[in-house]
């Protein structure tokens, strides 16, 4: 299935990334790659996007496991395109991915960090690629149906 591959190598980029930030660089710090521009700052996130509800990992939890559920439960009613299976496998590994970090850590690591935007993780970018996608896949499908 399209949707645990897309999940899983999500989920071990995202896994694997942050091992190595954890390993070789201390907390807080910050690796200019564009100064001024784009560093590598690792830094743990407790909360949601922009760090919104900070501490309440549990709802985090509830809402992944909540989210891998659903998908089972309705998993033979899955759209077929790849545009939403892929869309679908970004958005649960992105998913898995931050949920791991606040089960075992209690905090996301972060460390894309481009000054203008806060910092964030490989999980987030599956997220916001696959609700996307989901999205673009929803638009498109529902003008097929109106014509």
Known sequence: MQVL???LLITLLDQ???????????????????????HITYILNKGAAFGILENQRWI???????????CFFFRHKLPQSLVAQAGIGLLLGGALGNALDRFWRGAVTDFFDFRIWPVFNI???????GVA????????????ERR
């Open 5 to 7: 591959g897309v999940a």
């Open 60 to 70: 985090f939890l509830a809402i992944a496991a909540l989210l891998f559920g659903t």
């Open 16 to 38: 694997g990334s942050k091992f190595l930030i954890r390993q070789y660089m201390l907390l807080h710090e910050s690796i200019p790659v564009l100064p001024g521009f784009f």
């Open 133 to 144: 996608l989901l999205l673009w896949y929803c638009w498109t499908h529902n003008s097929d």
């Open 123 to 129: 999980a987030d970018i599956g997220i916001v690629t």
